[in-house]
């Protein structure tokens, strides 16, 4: 039975901030931000958009009504999460109106919760053939204002519908993972900003991604070529080149040429949005998908997901014929076209505007905000939530 991805949708918030003009306020070189890192556009998340809000809205424009009633599973990835108790998965759940007869649970590993819930949804679509699985990856990256970091924020959502007989990608059941702990970034409870050793992080991505590549190609007999694309997770766009480089050597030009290629279409969004954290490495593959118009049904695409503190894992998909008629190719034209640019002093002061932790009751106004569902506030420590 060829358990995947049937559906797939995403979602960014309206406002963005253009990376040279955020270099230049703050007296850096733009090609530091557009080369070095990879990085055009950063999406703004303004206080009416939280990561329920951004994986509601993303998962909305791909569900129907019986979506709605075959799905009786809904994992949240996240690692912006807003409860401590409560999973972000059951407010979807209501936002969406699905099924109640459901389960609804959070999965957290930083970067890699996403792809641990779509590895949880295969053996649940295996043991219940009918049933469909809603797997949410959603994130706001917030680092600070002037911090090393700033450049590689972002918010966004992708959402997927994980079913048998997928209509976009079979996922294979050969994968390796692996786990290490090491603290090249992380988020105590006490802190709305992450910690990050930058230098470390790098240096451990790329040696996650030689361990579960190398074990997976020793387990599967496949070698480089045997790959139309590798969809890395983004955090920002040349991290995953970085990697990529180091086993071109593998191939043959022609096979080179092709990789580079498709990792470059891969990472035409993620460019223009920045981190979104779990969902990054599924919007390297939106992106793939929806920007390259010569990818053929059984193409095997190899999928890389890094979660710092860490844990890898190497997987892979197989295309599956008109894979392109269940794209929401001209919906995600629109998203991005209709975004508003925010001048660097606007960004800072959206920035700034944050939701008050000490229980205040608290009302948002949510006209501005062009996004279906939203935050509209806060009454007695409970987030209050509308679908306008």
């Not at 079979?170 to 990050?196: G, Q």
């Not at 790329?206 to 890395?232: H, M, N, P, R």
Request: aromatic share 10%.
């Amino acid at each position: 039975m060829k358990i995947g991805i049937d559906k797939i949708g995403f979602y960014t918030p309206h406002l963005y901030v253009d990376m040279n003009k955020l270099a230049e306020e703050r007296g850096v070189d733009p090609e530091k931000y557009t080369i070095g890192i990879g990085q055009e556009k950063m999406a703004v998340a303004p206080i009416t958009q939280d990561p329920v809000t951004l994986a509601a809205n993303a998962a909305l424009e791909i569900l129907d009504e019986k979506d709605k009633k075959d799905i009786d599973f809904v994992i949240f990835g996240t690692e912006s999460g807003i409860d401590s108790s409560k999973s972000a998965a059951v407010y979807v759940h209501e936002l969406l109106g699905i099924n109640p007869y459901s389960r609804a649970i959070e999965v957290k590993q930083a970067c890699y919760g996403a792809t641990a819930g779509i590895q949880m949804a295969k053996g649940h679509i295996a043991l219940n053939p009918e049933s469909k699985v809603l797997v949410l990856g959603s994130d706001i990256a917030r680092y600070g204002l002037n911090t090393s970091g700033e450049a590689t924020q972002g918010a966004g959502a992708v959402a997927l519908v994980i079913s048998a007989n997928p209509r976009i990608m079979e996922l294979e059941d050969n994968s390796v993972y692996f786990t290490a702990d090491i603290m090249d970034f992380w988020r105590p409870v006490y802190s709305d900003m992450a910690f990050v050793d930058g230098k470390l992080s790098n240096e451990q991505y790329i040696s996650f991604f030689s361990k579960v590549f190398g074990q997976y190609k020793a387990k599967t007999g496949l070698e480089l070529k045997d790959f139309e694309a590798i969809c890395y997770h983004l955090p920002y766009t040349k991290m995953g080149l970085k990697a990529l480089r180091t086993v071109l050597d593998e191939g043959t030009e022609d096979v080179k040429d092709r990789l580079v290629e498709n990792y470059k279409i891969s990472a035409t969004y993620n460019r223009n949005v920045g981190n979104i954290y779990t969902g990054s490495l599924y919007l390297s593959l939106l992106s793939l998908l929806e920007q390259n118009e010569n990818l053929q049904a059984g193409a095997k695409i190899g999928l890389f997901s890094y979660g710092s503190g860490a844990v890898g894992e190497f997987f892979t998909g197989i295309l599956q014929p008109d894979y392109q008629k269940h794209l929401q190719m001209e919906n995600h034209k629109t998203l991005f076209s209709n975004r508003t640019e925010l001048s660097v002093a606007e960004y800072e002061e959206v920035f700034q505007e944050t939701l008050p932790t000490d229980g205040s009751t608290i009302e948002l106004t949510v006209n501005n905000d062009p996004a279906a569902i939203c935050l509209a506030g806060i009454t007695d420590n409970k987030r209050q939530y509308v679908h306008k």
